[in-house]
């Protein structure tokens, strides 16, 4: 549920908005299949590191479809676009001076007879005093280390005491770039402050060399001469994978340059949605091997990191049975009723909490009280008393009048939100104010009462409100796309028919007099309290 909130459902949500803004977007991820936990975990099984990938990859691709993840390409990091590419990469940074190599003291474990890069050691981080970090990362203080940095070792495979050996290795010449990151940093004020200011402390720190390769196993074969046995590090290539990404969507289109017209383009912009652990790998490893590479690629225009998300008060564990995991989820409710609160709780500026009594507040009063019964009303009241055709409209009163001009200004605003500040949360807020007012509106004049001695005047606000409801079955899109859809249907709107920027034309009073509608059904169920207290039974939230 976390990674789903942090990167890949927020980014989903910010490019359904851009395509319905008219314009022209690129969504890519994939799975990140190198780097210690995979190979660690193989080895704990005694599986094959591919076939256990593949198995991961597939499992992963079917989720992100079934929560209606809009990529334009979901690729992987062991393919051969990816490898070629990441290869021709270094070999091309080692030509122009960026990388040298230097004889290094590594862990070494006698019993397991390897060394240990990465995670494949934990012991307690220099800096925080955190018991369990990793080697190449605390998760506590967040900050980027390095395996002989860790206070009392230990192999994460057998969990005996490491050895010191020397071992060859190849380095990226990172503080060469220090300037130039630095001027790109606080050059851009978009950035959020937390990952502007992490990676500008991190600068003043002083930046290191920092070694490419690993003696894993599993992995990209190092290129450079000399480098044989070891792999390039995993998060030096995870990150080329936006742009292989890009490479593969754009062969699998029939062009094998168009790759270019997005990652050489000034004036594109790329956007990244990412944990918030993930920080320097964006803000500070990825520009600068941007810049090694080539002075035209793109760096990026904005990050937009979230903080954590805890589960009733506790970290997410798998091994404690604590939490929600994306397949089970969908077993209990359709993506939306998660995809609605995942947004509603994203941690935009601090860590927030999974609660089910939240989760089925959220349901119950937020979609089915609030959103589903406003369209629910109106619809039915429609169908029935006037055949399901928008009415003509008489004169509009001040509260009709007041309706409709909070309506034309709702898309513009919602906008804002996501476009400039990327606060999600907020942005699906604003378009629930939207039927929380028609719910008001409704009730205020009372079409039930009006139809029996003035027709016209009850026809006038179902005009209303009917607009209300055709710009809810746009705004919504970005949020709950399933919804979004079966509304449009029932109403009958057509997206294609608004040409490229419908998000604009939302608040224009959409469906015309004589405009047909189709037979509403509910959208949204109640969750009854018996399901909650056994689903928080089976989850270990309480
Ligand atoms: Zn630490
Ligand atoms: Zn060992």
């Not at 994306?326 to 941690?347: G, S, V």
């Not at 959220?362 to 055949?387: E, K």
């Not at 949020?479 to 509304?487: E, G, N, R, V, W």
């Not at 007099?513 to 039974?537: C, Q």
């Amino acid at each position: 549920m976390g990674t789903l909130i942090g990167s890949v459902l927020s980014a989903d949500v910010f490019a359904r908005y851009l395509r319905l803004k008219g314009h022209d977007v690129v969504f890519v991820s994939g799975s990140d299949e190198h780097g210690t936990p995979i190979e660690i975990e193989a080895i704990k099984r005694g599986v094959d590191f591919k076939a256990l990938t593949d198995q991961y990859h597939s499992l992963i691709t079917k989720l992100f479809d079934e929560f209606r993840i809009s990529f334009d390409n979901y690729t992987r990091t062991h393919n051969p676009i990816h490898i070629k590419f990441c290869q021709e990469f270094f070999m091309k940074l080692y030509e122009k001076g960026y990388i040298f190599t230097k004889e290094v003291r590594q862990l070494y474990c006698p019993k397991c007879q390897r060394f240990l890069p990465d995670r494949f050691v934990e012991g307690t981080c220099p800096y925080c005093g955190y018991e369990k970090a990793r080697g190449d990362q605390c998760d506590a203080c967040g900050r980027v280390l390095d395996p002989t940095d860790l206070i009392n070792p230990r192999c994460s495979i057998c969990g005996s005491e490491p050895v010191v050996k020397s071992s060859k290795h190849w380095f990226f010449d990172l503080p060469k770039f220090s300037d130039r990151l630095k001027k790109w940093l606080e050059s851009n004020p978009r950035l959020p402050a937390n990952a502007r200011h992490f990676s500008l402390k991190w600068l003043e720190e002083g930046l290191k060399p920092r070694a490419v390769t690993r003696d894993n196993k599993w992995g990209i074969p190092a290129p450079f001469p000399g480098a044989e046995d070891k792999t390039i590090y995993v998060w030096f290539e995870a990150v080329l994978g936006y742009v292989t990404a890009t490479i593969e969507w754009a062969a699998k289109k029939g062009d094998q340059e168009l790759w270019k017209d997005y990652w050489m383009d000034p004036e594109t912009r790329s956007v990244y949605f990412i944990g918030k652990d993930n920080i320097p790998f964006h803000t500070i490893i990825l520009p600068a091997l941007l810049m090694a590479y080539d002075e035209r690629l793109i760096l990026p225009w904005n990050v937009s990191s979230t903080e954590y998300l805890t589960f009733e008060g506790q970290k997410f564990s798998k091994s404690r049975g604590v939490g929600v995991w994306l397949d089970q989820a969908l077993e209990w409710f359709p993506p939306d009723y998660w995809r609605y609160y995942l947004i509603k709780i994203r941690p935009e500026k601090s860590d927030t909490n999974f609660s089910w009594t939240d989760f089925q507040q959220a349901v119950n009063n937020d979609l089915n009280n609030n959103l589903g019964n406003f369209i629910h009303r109106v619809l039915t009241f429609i169908y029935r008393y006037f055949d399901g055709i928008i009415p003509q409209p008489k004169d509009f009163d001040e509260k009709d009048e007041e309706m409709i001009h909070f309506l034309e200004e709702m898309p513009a605003g919602v906008g804002r939100l996501l476009e400039d500040e990327i606060t999600l949360k907020q942005a699906l807020e604003q378009v629930m104010t939207l039927s929380a007012r028609g719910n008001a509106y409704l009730n205020l004049k009372a079409p039930w009462h009006t139809i029996k001695k003035d027709k016209e005047l009850a026809g006038t606000t179902l005009y209303v409100s009917a607009q209300i409801v055709g710009c809810l079955s746009i705004l919504l899109e970005p949020f709950i796309p399933d919804t979004a859809k079966k509304l449009r249907e029932m109403i009958n709107l057509k997206l294609e028919e608004y040409g490229k920027n419908v998000w604009d034309q939302a608040g224009s009073q959409l469906l015309k007099p004589g405009h047909k509608i189709n037979k509403p059904t509910p959208l949204f169920e109640k969750i009854p309290d018996e399901k909650i207290k056994e689903l928080k039974r089976i989850t270990g939230g309480g």
